[in-house]
């Protein structure tokens, strides 16, 4: 069996320095990689009060086992920080091409410390790390850049994350680019990038990823793909990707609508997977990670009219839900341009356009003439410039929902968990989302368990309460060890326990029960717990805006009531094993 340890890059923006740690097997062993050695990253390095934007905090990147190898949805890196968004705990994740390259570059985390003293861009490869000026390239979109700081390095097979003006602006829900159109996302990870006056990190190597049993990974993945790829599940997100999302949230009446008024959007079915790939004026074809199978991404060119030309990979659903539904936008290419503005700028789609319909509500509510009316494309696509560039109207919008909230008056209305907006699934329907939402350690956040897919596929009725938490929290654990691997969620169906068990020891050698595993996906959530109660974001924190509670959907009269949360809550503090006030937590300091 080969050697399984790990390496850990630090580089000093302020000094232009780096050094090599190793990583011990112990440590690996016990939080694997991505999520697990982040977040363990994160709590020794950076203290919970600091100011997210200042030069004492780090932003970590990270990659997992899996990474590097031919494990299919493997290509996937994550960032941890603390956010600036929601002063908590940070993570966000993006496919693509680069993840690999930084394993190939021989990291398994990569630790930036400190502020450059001015713009510029990293090189990072497995014969160093080089620091390049990059006030030129500063003020460029993240297409520009990400081509700029690889040309700059002059390695033709090098892999680049970019910031946009947003990022440089940090405007605190500013993402990361990388390959033009993945993006980490969430939690405005964009801005600490930018705040450090770092426009690029380029990446490139030659380095193998340690696998402790290459005979065991290949019949794994040959088995995976046999079992896998003719599954109803995977042809639809080849055929539709995560558009098909629209139809199934409206005919389950979640779609939010209308900034979180309504739970269907007239005219839906204009802007759903199925319209994605049969209206004639656009050109879709799939396009996947490398070794992925399922192909999800949808390259898509609008072919005439006044976006002709515009290429992008998308949209993804929660930008359809964020553009579409909440700012009832009803035209693909309207959504298509919205999007691609949003990935130029560095800005997440989620918030933004959860903030864009946030503004066109205050302008429906007479006192915001300025801002644009519900369905207005043009003036959204204004707004979310004025929003990266910190001007006009839009500025008041750039750090985010909780003080646009305060400066507009509209803190009654205001959809949010910590800082962070919800994604497109209305808890009212889907009651354990909402337990989701409440308790994610990121705020109000829809990936760490997925959980809309137990309750829109009927395993569990999406109106339950009872059993919701020990439920959520089995999707969770298992979630949880994908994110340390790093592997794609949307294998969930297809990697169980047994084939995590199987994988990571291929992988790493080592021979993990299920209850082993479940105790270490406990102690990584822990230590993003440990992390929010040091940081000031406990217990109370863990609530659903009021509307959720107090507002039902006028098509159902669907609702969730506080007393419903309230409990679930407490069966999922108490079967993760926190204590009862739940101030301090039981596991996982150091």
Known sequence: MKSFHGKLLRIDLNSKSYREETIPAEILKRYLGGKGLGSYLLLKNVAARIDPLSPANRLIFAVGPATGTRMPGASRYGLYSKSPLTGGYAESYAGGRVAPKIKAAGYDAIILEGRAQGPIILEISDRGVNFYPAGDIWGKDTYAAEDAAKDRTGASEAQ?????????NMVRF????NNYWRSAGRCGLGAVMGSKNVKAVVFHGQKLPPVADEALLKKFITDLLS???ELPAVKNYRKYGTPQMV????????FPTRYWSRGTLPGWEKISGEALITDGNLDVKPKSCPHCFLACGKLTTIKTGPHAGLKIEGPEYETIYAFGGLCCIDRLEDIIYLNDLCDRLGLDTI????LVALAMEARERGFKPEFPAYGDASGAARLLEEMAYRKGPGAVLADGIIPAAKALNLEDIAIHVKGLEPAGYDPRVLKGMGLGYATSARGA???RATFYKPELAGIISPAATEGKASLYIEYEDRLTIFNTLINCVFYRDMLQWPELQTLIKALTGWDYTVAELRQTANEIITMTRTFNVSAGLGKKSDLLPGRMHSEPLPETGALLTEAELLKMRQEYYSLRGWNQDNQLVTAGKE
């Open 227 to 229: 079992a896998s790829k």
């Open 247 to 254: 139809a199934l949230l409206n005919t389950a009446q979640a």
């Open 351 to 354: 918030s933004a356009g959860n």
């Open 174 to 177: 500013a993402c990361v680019e």
């Open 160 to 168: 680049a994350a970019a910031i946009g003006p947003a990022g440089e």
């Open 445 to 447: 956040c829809h990936l």
